[in-house]
């Protein structure tokens, strides 16, 4: 797997007080611009999981794919990457259990509701396949089949090379391809915005995590979450311009 070289944001002046909990994401915002106050989004790009666009793919491949089309998206002027997510769940939550070093009950919760103990076993099967691999990315998407989260993973890692920001939804996929992302190159996480906080105990873990703090916290795993997070954080940049 090829190295992704990733500069850090520039500093920028202190932002104006009276932000209130808009603060933390609009002063990283501007750091990724370069400047404050940060400027709207121009050119916005919406992507998500579709684990038929990979199923032919090695994890490697995935991750090269991933990367292309981040620079396809750079090259044609987005300024801003929307992550939704929406691929399978179980894989995600596989990555979840093993990045974090969670039991499976801890990813899945205890809501007893229809379906929970079989997925509990899909878990712990696939933690099982996947923790031996902890040390090697690819091979840990293999491993627990997430084949599409290493596809959006090389897209977060190349977006932060080409210095283009990804607000992330609470979906646990995107949360785990960002924890994964994290694990090639720690400072991926300079280049990502949380959006809409998640409800699951184990992508709440993640955004502490990835050191971020989501602009809407609505405990909500649904790829929609990134829309809602998308006209706030639009909101909040025309608010911060006239403060």
């Known amino acids: 797997m090829r190295e992704f070289g990733i500069a850090a944001p520039e500093p920028v002046g202190p932002a104006p007080a009276g932000l209130g909990r808009l603060g933390p994401t609009l002063r990283r915002l501007a750091r990724q611009q370069g400047a404050w106050p940060p400027v709207p ?20 491949d ?8 981040a620079d396809g998206l750079v090259d044609s002027g987005v300024d801003l990457v929307v992550a939704a997510g ?13 990045l974090l070093d969670r039991d499976p009950v801890a990813v899945t919760g205890t809501t007893g ?13 696939g933690l099982r396949a ?4 902890l040390a090697d990315p690819p091979a840990l998407l293999a491993a627990a089949g997430a084949v599409e989260v290493a596809e959006l993973a090389g897209l ?40 809409c906080g998640p409800g699951a105990p184990a992508a709440v873990t993640a ?18 979450g990134a829309e809602l997070a998308l006209g706030v954080l639009v909101g909040a940049v025309e608010l911060a311009r006239r403060a």
Do not use: F, K
């Not at 996947?130 to 691999?133: Q, T, V």
């Open 130 to 133: 996947a923790r031996p691999h």
């Open 207 to 224: 955004v502490r995590e990835l050191r971020l703090t989501s602009l809407l916290d609505l405990e909500l795993d649904d790829p929609a």
């Open 156 to 195: 977060l890692l190349e977006c932060a090379v080409r210095r283009t920001p990804v607000l992330l939804s609470g979906a646990p996929d995107v949360l785990a391809a960002a924890l994964v992302a994290q694990r090639v190159e720690p400072a991926v996480g300079d280049w990502l915005l949380a959006g």
């Open 62 to 69: 995935a991750l090269e794919a991933g990367a292309a089309a």
């Open 41 to 60: 989004p121009a050119h916005v790009a919406r992507i998500t999981v579709d684990p038929a666009r990979t199923a032919a793919l090695s994890a490697e």
């Open 86 to 98: 929406g691929g399978t769940r179980t894989p995600a939550l596989v990555l979840l259990a093993a």
């Open 113 to 125: 509701t229809v379906g929970w103990a079989a997925l509990v076993g899909a878990v712990r099967d």
